[in-house]
């Protein structure tokens, strides 16, 4: 989302974030845009430092947590913008007019990290068997249900898991070895679903997750 009135320098980022296959929506006013950033998520924000109630927008931003933690700020405006980028919670600023060299440069680099999140996050849907085991135990067939870099859902009709730390293995189709991890129940309910946490991934084997995990956020 783009927050200025600038509609010239509007102009020039829908062009560069059109380029980085980008949708862009634009708000002229901070108030509007607060408003829709609480309904709806936002990737990426880009500010104008110029705009009256930009400054509180950016306040409310910081104080939402959740939001600044996730959501990539850019600020743009004179050149006064850039020097307490730390105060407005920014991770990006450029001056105005905009250079597009600098404004490719640094969208492409907000681009990366929002990527970047959405692959951590992402959860890929597939139906493979999972064994699990667990000290004392010997191991049970369970159905992997969704996958993420962070952990998986599983259905089992086994009885309650309880063990503190479980040891994983499954193969991920189209991966040429299976994958080896140690996890822990993070939810489970009374129909069999169950919530683990991953504790312990190999380098290499988290490796071939996270490719594997991005092969199926991009085929979609």
């Not at 104008?48 to 939402?64: A, F």
């Amino acid at each position: 989302m783009v927050v200025s009135r600038d509609w010239q320098e509007v102009s020039v980022l829908e062009c560069i974030l059109g380029g980085l296959h980008m949708e862009v929506a634009v708000e002229a006013e901070p108030q509007q845009a607060l408003a829709r950033l609480n309904k709806s998520k936002v990737d990426a924000l880009i500010v104008d430092c110029d705009l009256n109630g930009s400054s509180h927008l950016m306040r409310e931003l910081q104080h939402d947590k959740g939001r600044a933690n996730t959501t990539p700020l850019v600020i743009m405006g004179g050149p006064h913008c850039g020097r307490n980028l730390d105060e407005t919670g920014a991770l990006f600023a450029f001056e105005k007019p905009i250079s597009v060299e600098q404004a490719v440069r640094t969208l492409s680099a907000a681009r990366s990290m929002i990527l970047d999140g959405r692959l951590r996050y992402h959860r890929a849907g597939l139906e493979v068997p999972v064994a699990v085991g667990c000290k004392g135990r010997k191991s049970a067939e369970a159905l992997l249900v969704n996958l993420s870099q962070g952990g998986m859902q599983i259905h089992t009709d086994e009885p309650v898991i309880d063990a503190k730390t479980l040891q994983l293995s499954f193969d991920l189709p189209g991966a040429r070895s299976s994958l080896k991890a140690q996890g822990e129940v993070a939810w489970q309910d009374q129909r069999g679903n169950v919530g683990i946490r991953f504790v312990k991934l190999g380098t290499a084997q988290q490796r071939t997750l996270q490719l594997w995990l991005a092969q199926q956020y991009f085929a979609n």
